[in-house]
């Protein structure tokens, strides 16, 4: 019914740049939030960042600053341009749908980022 389809990952020098892209197909209700989490080998999955409809923004401390996120409405699509890339940002990053009158997620298939020192 929902199908979150990512793009961008790669491998990057320290201090290089990359675009994720995660476009959103299916029965996708207006009042929604879209995000970006991500998953190192060992961790806790953590929020990076999310986006509301509206454009309020949450960023995680730890990326504030290098990475931003937006997102295009009428293509249901959420973007995360990261820069000035660290190897501790190495992880799996997962694009969100979140349809906040019933927080039911939806989570796409990841993608490798890894950052080389």
């Known amino acids: 019914q929902v199908q979150l389809v990512e793009s961008g990952g790669g491998l990057v020098q320290a201090g290089g740049s990359l675009r994720l892209s995660c476009a959103a197909s299916g029965r996708i209700f207006s009042t929604n939030t879209m995000g970006w989490y991500r998953q190192a080998p060992g961790k806790q999955r953590e929020l990076v960042a999310d986006i509301t409809r509206t454009g309020t923004t949450n960023t995680a401390d730890s990326v504030k600053g290098r990475f931003t996120i937006s997102r295009d409405n009428a293509k249901n699509t959420v973007y995360l341009q990261m820069n000035s890339l660290k190897p501790e940002d190495t992880a799996v990053y997962y694009c969100?749908?979140?349809?906040?009158?019933?927080?039911?997620?939806?989570w796409g298939q990841g993608t490798q980022v890894t950052v080389s020192s």
């Open positions: 969100n749908l979140n349809f906040r009158a019933w927080n039911i997620n939806y």
